[in-house]
């Protein structure tokens, strides 16, 4: 029973020791109470769930983390699939059932048909307990009636909806409106493939903090301490794997490393604050960038940290004080509303605008419930504000990124960006896309006669674009006019570059044959 269905979801099956099956109904309880907290209240998945543990922590065992931590991540991963197989049984509309009854039910139905080791009759019964606690007096038996059926069927019916976009939605608990628009992007198959990888556990990157250690120190200490690591292409982060509770580790602790993503912390580097400059982080809770950016600066010079929200600051200024930073001044301030005084004041802007956060869904999948496709035009609106407002307080001949693509919506102002290597810089400003056009054609023709030795059949050019697969083609008609007899190559810009860029970006690349 369930086999094919496991099968086809990653054989999501958490591998817990012996003995789980006694686990004490504290663990299910204060996972319902997450689970809660996430529904009602919005609370963050990662917040909701730390802040329940730290409060009990005395009534809790590792087995016990380890259970409220799955049932919390799991359920609120494969919310939507895990609905649409209790709809099939429950008489009642899911909207009218109590919000503790529905999070019980999708807790026990998680339970039996992710969790192999846990037996199906300790997944029915205790969620049978908690009802009993939770609901009124015909809220046991309603979770068991329908329970009991979850875990004497199959849900192969889901794969064989004919509707692709209802298909990948329901198999992979993604919201109908994103599978939309990854299929507007990159094609059916690749947009089920993105779905089905949201899904998996994401590994935990640290980074190293200098300004207390380097990485061979550290290195020695996860060794020491048995933890099981990856190095990575770039400098000071690293990839843990089978590491629990990390953040009581006493080197977290005492700010000898951060939890941070490796593609967070490259916006950082990328900008390349230097030692003594005036730095701004305009959308800066909670911190993580923020503090890169001070090791980088040597804990020299001077960063703003703002936020809109004074408990969101205070984030930043925790997790400063636990690095050793202390250049980092906070201030609770919104960064849509103008203020001259700051014009032409900082060498350098990190901008991080709000977004809808999809990027990260892996980590946060309360993200996916919490976002709407209307929230995209206000969303715009906002970072536009920002952009605006932060591109005046920059000094002349300053730096901002990773924004400077999209100031050109704002300033009606086409930006022409090189990357070479890792870094991203400004090349050139145009105002019209005729204009940018030439510039990048002319920019590798000069690449081609400058460092690449002057023959073009040398070369392999290759043209990106987000969203914009039709100009794509029309800018090769005209690339193959100044490059005739190149088989130009045509693809998406990467992920990172293009939710920075923004749709309509077009980009012109060339390397050498090797």
């Known amino acids: 029973m369930l086999v094919s269905f496991k099968k086809k979801i990653y054989n999501h099956n958490i591998k817990f020791e012996k003995g789980i099956e006694k686990m004490i109904d504290k663990a299910r309880e204060l996972a319902l109470k997450t689970l809660y907290k996430i529904d009602k209240e919005q609370a963050y998945s990662n917040i909701a769930l730390n802040d329940e543990i730290k409060q009990n922590r005395t009534k809790l065992n590792e087995k016990d983390i380890g259970l409220i931590s799955e049932l919390v991540y799991g359920v609120t991963t494969w919310k939507l699939t895990i609905d649409e197989i209790i709809k099939k049984y429950s008489k009642i509309k899911l909207k009218k059932i109590s919000p503790w009854i529905i999070n019980i039910l999708r807790m026990g139905t998680y339970q039996i048909i992710f969790l192999d080791k846990i037996p ?6 205790e969620s049978v307990n908690l009802a009993k606690r939770y609901g009124h007096s015909s809220s046991s038996n309603f979770v068991n009636a329908i329970l009991r059926k979850v875990e004497k069927n199959d849900y192969e019916e889901l794969y064989k909806i004919e509707n692709d976009v209802e298909r990948i939605s329901k198999t992979t608990s ?4 994103i599978v939309e628009e990854l299929i507007g ?77 490796i593609s967070a912390g490259q916006t950082a580097k990328i900008l390349n604050p230097q030692p003594g400059e005036y730095v701004l982080d305009a959308c800066s809770a909670p911190g993580g960038k923020t503090t890169y950016m001070a090791e980088l600066m040597r804990n020299n010079g001077k960063i703003d940290a703002w936020d809109i929200h004074e408990h969101r600051t205070k984030l930043v200024e925790k997790n400063a004080k636990r690095l050793g930073i202390n250049i980092i001044d906070t201030k609770v301030k919104d960064a849509t509303v103008y203020d001259e005084n700051l014009n032409e004041k900082y060498d350098k802007i990190l901008l991080d605008v709000p977004c809808l956060g999809i ?15 209307e929230d995209v035009e206000e969303i715009t609106k906002i970072q536009k504000q920002i952009l605006n407002n932060c591109s005046k307080y920059l000094k002349k001949g300053g730096r901002i990124t990773p924004a400077a693509a999209a100031l050109g919506t704002i300033l009606r102002i086409k930006p022409v960006l090189q990357i070479q290597g890792e870094k991203l810089d400004q090349f050139a400003k145009a105002r019209t896309i005729s ?35 039709e100009a794509a083609e029309a800018f090769r008609d005209e690339v193959n006019a100044v490059f005739p007899n190149h088989d130009i190559y045509i693809d998406h810009l990467s992920l990172s570059v293009s939710c920075h860029i923004g749709p309509g970006a077009l980009a012109l690349a060339c390397s050498k044959n090797i």
């Open 185 to 261: 992007n990159y094609g059916k198959c690749k947009a089920e493939e993105i779905c089905k990888n949201s899904n998996l556990k994401s590994k935990i990157a640290i980074r190293i903090n200098t300004l207390k250690t380097t990485e061979n120190e550290l290195i020695k200490v996860l060794e020491e301490k048995k933890i099981i690591y990856n190095k990575t292409e770039y400098d000071n982060f690293l990839i843990l794997e089978k590491v629990k509770n990390i953040e009581n580790m006493q080197e977290f602790k005492e700010g000898y490393f951060t939890i941070q993503d």
């Open 174 to 177: 993604m919201p109908e409106w």
């Open 120 to 125: 199906k009759s300790a997944a029915v019964n």
């Open 359 to 373: 990027g990260v869904i892996k980590r946060k999948p309360d993200i996916k419930w919490q976002r709407k496709k």
């Open 435 to 469: 204009q940018a056009k030439t510039l990048m054609i002319d920019a590798i023709s000069k690449d081609i006669e400058t460092r690449f030795g002057g023959n073009p059949e040398d070369v392999r050019l290759a043209i990106a674009h987000t969203n914009n697969l």
